[in-house]
C-alpha cells in the first residue's frame, strides 16, 4: 500500500474515533479532518471541491428553511394535540397515534427536524397526563428513523443515496423503501404497546383534561400556515416529478424555500437562515472532504475488492452483506459518515463486474436507517431526543435504549433481508 493511502487511513480513522468520543464537537472534528486531507497533500483544493455533494447539503439547506418557517405557525404542535384528543387521552392509544404522525412526517420531513418538533409536544401532553414521558420519546425515535427510511428525503443516508446516484428518482425510493418500511412500522406498533402498556397508565380525570385544551390555540400565524403548505405541498410534487422536469432535488427544494421567503417578505430572511442547521452542513462538508482522501488514495476501491472476494461477486450475497454490515456499523456510529465511506465502495463495485447495483444500494439504505435504531448513538435524531429529554430531567440512558432498541433493529433488518431477498433474488 503505497505511504499516501497508509496516511489517509490514519487521518480518517483518527477522525471517525475523535467523531465517536464526542469528546470534540463532530462538525469542528469532521471539517479539520478534511482539511488536514487537503493540507499534507493527500487531495488538492480543486479535487476536494469536487468530492463535496452540493446537491446533498442544497436539499438539505432548502428543506431546513422550508421546515423551520412551517413549524413556526404551529402547525405540528396543534396536529400533535389534535391526535391526542382524538385519542381521548388514553396514553397508550396516544403513543401510538404519536408514533404514526412521527413516522409519516419523517418521510418528508428530516426525522431531526420531526423529533425537535414532536418532543415539546410530547412532554406537554405526557406532563398533562402525569405519566413517564420515556416510552413516547423511545417510540418516536424508533418510528422516526423507520418512517424516514421510507423516501428520498426521509434520512440523510437516502438524501446522500439519491444525490450520489442519479439514475434513483423520488419515485425509486418511495416504491423500494416505502412498502417495507410500512409494514416494519406496523410490527412495531404493537410491540411498543406490549413493551410500555403499564408504564404510561393514567387517571379518568388526566384524560379528561386533555379534552379541553385547544389545538386551534397553537396556529400563531394562519395566513402564512396557508403560504407554507402551498409551498410545501409544491416542493413535495417537484421531487415527485425531478426526473420528468430534469431537475435535481436541490434545485426543487431551494426553488420552494426561497418561493416562500418571498411570500414571506425580506423581513423573515435573517430569521429564516437561523432555522439552517449549520453545523450538520459543515460536518457533511468535511465529511465528503475527509472520504475524498480515501477514494482518491485507492482505499475504498481496495475495499470493494475485498467485499467483492467474501461473497465470490454473488448479486445477493453482497447485497446480505452490505445490509447487516451497514446496520450493525450504524447502529454503533453515526450513520451519515459510515454511509459517506460506503457510497464510493458500491460504485467501485459497478467497476468490477457487478452490473446492477440497485439492489445494493437499497441494502445500504435500509441497513444505514434501520440500523440507526440499533443504539442511542446510531442516528442524529436519536442523539437530539436524549439531548431534550435531559434537559427536561429525564436522561435516557444507553443501556435502557440498548435493551429496547437493538432487539427490534435486529428484526427490522430480518425483515428487510426477507424483503430484500422475495423482491429482487427470486
Not at 479532518?33 to 455533494?53: N, S
Not at 388514553?90 to 418521510?107: G, N, R
Not at 409536544?121 to 421510507?150: C, D, E, H, W, Y
Not at 420528468?244 to 434545485?251: D, F, G, I, M, N
Request: glycine letters at 8%.
Amino acid at each position: 500500500m503505497e505511504q499516501q493511502a497508509i496516511w489517509a487511513i490514519t487521518i480518517f480513522l483518527l477522525i471517525y474515533a475523535l467523531i465517536i468520543s464526542e469528546k470534540i464537537h463532530r462538525t469542528i472534528v469532521a471539517v479539520l479532518g478534511g482539511l488536514i486531507m487537503v493540507t499534507v497533500g493527500i487531495v488538492d483544493q480543486e479535487t476536494a471541491i469536487h468530492h463535496i455533494d452540493f446537491n446533498t447539503l442544497g436539499l438539505l439547506v432548502g428543506m431546513m428553511i422550508i421546515v423551520g418557517i412551517t413549524a413556526d405557525t404551529g402547525v405540528f404542535k396543534a396536529v400533535a394535540l389534535y391526535a391526542a384528543k382524538r385519542a381521548k387521552g388514553d396514553p397508550v392509544t396516544i403513543l401510538i397515534f404519536l408514533s404514526i404522525i412521527t413516522a409519516v412526517a419523517s418521510a418528508f420531513l428530516d426525522n431531526v427536524t420531526t423529533v425537535m418538533l414532536m418532543v415539546p409536544v410530547t412532554f406537554s401532553i405526557t406532563r398533562q397526563l402525569k405519566v413517564n414521558p420515556i416510552p413516547f420519546l423511545l417510540a418516536q425515535i424508533m418510528a422516526s428513523n423507520i418512517g424516514g427510511t421510507a423516501t428520498l428525503i426521509g434520512d440523510p443516508p437516502n438524501i446522500m443515496i439519491g444525490s450520489s446516484v442519479k439514475e434513483l428518482s423520488f419515485m425509486s425510493f418511495i416504491v423500494n423503501l416505502a412498502p417495507i418500511s410500512a409494514i416494519i412500522m406496523l410490527v412495531n406498533i404493537p410491540i411498543f404497546v406490549w413493551l410500555f402498556r403499564k408504564s404510561i397508565q393514567t387517571t379518568a380525570e388526566l384524560k379528561s383534561s386533555i379534552m379541553t385544551m385547544d389545538e386551534k390555540a397553537y396556529i400563531t400565524n394562519p395566513q402564512l400556515l396557508r403560504k407554507c403548505l402551498y409551498v410545501l405541498g409544491g416542493t413535495i410534487l417537484g421531487f415527485f416529478l425531478h426526473q420528468v422536469l430534469h431537475l435535481e432535488s436541490a434545485t426543487v427544494a431551494l426553488m420552494g424555500a426561497f418561493i416562500l421567503l418571498l411570500l414571506e417578505g425580506e423581513h423573515s430572511l435573517e430569521r429564516a437562515f437561523t432555522k439552517v442547521e449549520w453545523t450538520t452542513i459543515f460536518f457533511f462538508i468535511g465529511l465528503f472532504v475527509l472520504v475524498s482522501g480515501l477514494v482518491e488514495t485507492g482505499v475504498i476501491a481496495q475495499l470493494a475488492e475485498v467485499a467483492i472476494e467474501w461473497t465470490g461477486g454473488d448479486l445477493a450475497a453482497t447485497s446480505m452483506l452490505i445490509l447487516w454490515l451497514s446496520a450493525i456499523a450504524s447502529a454503533f456510529l453515526d450513520n451519515i459518515p459510515f454511509v459517506a465511506t460506503m457510497i464510493p465502495m458500491i460504485q467501485e463495485m459497478g467497476q468490477m463486474g457487478i452490473t446492477n447495483l440497485e439492489p445494493l444500494w437499497w441494502s445500504l439504505a435500509l441497513g444505514a436507517c434501520l440500523g440507526g435504531n440499533g443504539t442511542l448513538i446510531g442516528a442524529s435524531a436519536n442523539l437530539i431526543v436524549a439531548g431534550l429529554s435531559a434537559k427536561e430531567g429525564h436522561p435516557i440512558s444507553f443501556m435502557s435504549y440498548l435493551k429496547i432498541g437493538f432487539p427490534l433493529m435486529l428484526l427490522s433488518i430480518v425483515m428487510a433481508s426477507i424483503y430484500l431477498y422475495l423482491r429482487f433474488f427470486i
